[in-house]
């Protein structure tokens, strides 16, 4: 756009990020991966070493629950507030310090005396996990700004986590048998400290020009409401979900999303701009999240209980049957993103909701002698449903968004990651033990029947979700949206010496 010489024109605010090459471009993709592939291993390889917490801590099955769900409720609590602290102070600061916390809280971990500690050592990886994946994706959205190289960087993001998925199962199960449950969290260590070196060699500090002011209120309603549903979630398999702790949880929670809902329209600065749900897409993006993470942590869940208690596997064994399922994630998530990039999230919606539901329908009626070949049939489907969603996911939330509130959309995304995984093992879990006669070795393929249509079921809900939210409706409403919140941003007068001005700094 030419404008003449030092007559004023308005951008958006967003601090200018200077153009990268290609190269440096993908090296920030590489340092905002690892953070992704650390995370995800920290999880998978933790399940895996489990059993030897248990002996070696002399914990209960309750205490070993809370070793995996401290991490998920303190993540799920602060992701939000993470996303928009990168956006206010500086996203490459923000992903930084989660970094070190995250790092720190593995060193405390492997040096846990006992379960309480370790429990709260997991809470402080949290801290700090909560501030790597929204910061991470909201980096990525303002370093590639096509809209088709960023699909295609969110597929590299979904190849990297079914490799953490890969790999966490078999290098866990060789730690544990090594050097101890312990090794899981050294493996932490250097990665963090080399990504911190490398995040401050290649990539480049990027904030909103105008920060943000802070809103405590809606930082404490929106931590209480997902504290408290995610604590419901995972403990109202154990208290029954028609107790008076959990009911009275529930309804913390729909208190403070009312509370949400009529205190933060009402703020020029929000936390969280609810005017990003009147984006059917963006709302899509959340339901899908959702529904495709329950299905994921409900059909591990259910797929760790079946190998090793019925099948009597050991953790590396049962680790080396899933790779079918996360050989796909690596190999189909990079496509997805191309996909995405060049015909939108549609198709890989619909094949990631058919394939899902294909995947736990082939597990529905596996018994304790079912051939090999059946089980990979399932783990394959399966793999390629979760292979094909993330990206579109991921693209969806931050594609449209203003890039000054890019954290709090990537945000929001991984928070429905974070419920979407604690409901499915709920769920899953739930439905086990309430029709669950005997141990688990005999008892459990008849009782895991309904607990794998209700996977099925979070496929369905991905199919259908994707479908509604990706037609034309669906992106005019993204695309008013987007004008609503980008035309609402306050404008800052740029008087042009040189008498030609880019447009839009977001081209």
């Known amino acids: 756009m030419y404008v003449h010489k030092y007559q004023p024109y308005y951008l958006n605010i967003e601090e200018r990020v200077p153009e990268l090459s290609r190269n440096r471009r993908r090296l920030v993709l590489a340092v905002c991966c690892s953070s992704l592939f650390i995370v995800g291993l920290d999880v998978t390889v933790l399940n895996i070493a489990l059993p030897s917490i248990q002996h070696d801590l002399h914990a209960p099955v309750s205490g070993l629950q809370w070793t995996v769900d401290a991490y998920t409720l303190v993540a799920a609590s602060f992701l939000i507030l993470a996303g928009s602290t990168g956006d206010r102070v ?14 720190l809280g593995s060193l405390l971990c492997s040096l846990a005396p006992g379960l309480g500690w370790l429990i709260a050592f997991r809470a402080v990886q949290a801290i700090g996990g909560s501030m790597l994946n929204p ?14 190289e960023r699909a295609r960087a969110f597929g590299v993001w979904g190849a990297v986590f079914g490799l953490s998925m890969a790999l966490g199962p078999v290098l866990g199960g060789v730690l544990v048998a090594t050097v101890g449950w312990r090794g899981i969290f050294w493996v932490n260590i250097p990665v963090g400290i080399a990504a911190i070196v490398l995040t401050a060699l290649v990539v480049p500090e990027s904030r909103a020009a105008r920060p943000r002011r802070v809103d405590p209120v809606g930082q404490v309603l929106i931590i209480v409401m997902l504290a408290s549903l995610t604590y419901a979630i995972i403990e109202g398999p154990r208290l029954g979900w028609g107790s008076p702790a959990i009911l009275g949880l529930f309804g913390l929670a729909a208190v403070a999303a009312v509370a949400i809902g009529i205190y933060e329209p009402r703020r020029e600065d929000p936390l969280l701009d609810l005017r990003f749900f009147r984006s059917a897409p963006f709302t899509g993006a959340v339901l899908i999240a959702i529904s495709a993470f329950a299905a994921l942590a409900g059909f591990l869940f259910l797929s760790t209980l079946y190998l090793q208690d019925v099948r009597q596997l050991s953790p590396l064994h049962a680790g080396l049957y899933t790779l079918p399922m996360a050989a796909m994630t690596v190999l189909l998530a990079p496509l997805s993103g191309r996909i995405t990039g060049h015909r939108g999230p549609r198709l890989p919606l619909l094949v990631a909701g058919v394939m899902t539901t294909v995947g736990a329908l082939v597990m529905w009626g596996v018994t304790a002698t079912t051939p090999t070949a059946w089980l990979l049939l399932g783990y394959l489907a399966f793999g390629i449903g979760n292979g094909m969603v993330n990206p579109p996911i991921s693209n969806t939330a931050v594609s449209g968004m203003p890039r000054a509130q890019a954290g709090v959309a990537a945000a ?11 409901l499915g093992v709920a769920l899953t879990g739930s439905a086990v033990a309430s029709v669950l006669h005997g141990p688990l070795r005999t008892g459990f393929v008849p009782a895991s029947h309904v607990a794998w249509l209700i996977v099925a079921g979070c496929g369905v809900l991905v199919t259908v979700t994707g479908l509604a939210t990706s037609g034309r409706w669906a992106r005019a409403t993204a695309a008013r949206t987007a004008h609503l919140l980008i035309s609402d941003e306050p404008k800052v007068p740029v008087a042009t010496g040189s008498g030609v001005v880019s447009g839009s700094h977001d081209h």
């Open 90 to 103: 500086g996203r490459r600061r923000t992903f930084q310090a989660g970094l070190a916390i995250f790092t």
């Open 135 to 148: 910061v991470a994706l909201s980096i990525i959205a303002n370093t590639f700004t096509d809209d088709r």
């Open 412 to 422: 929001v995304a991984s928070t429905s990651r974070q419920v979407g995984g604690s």
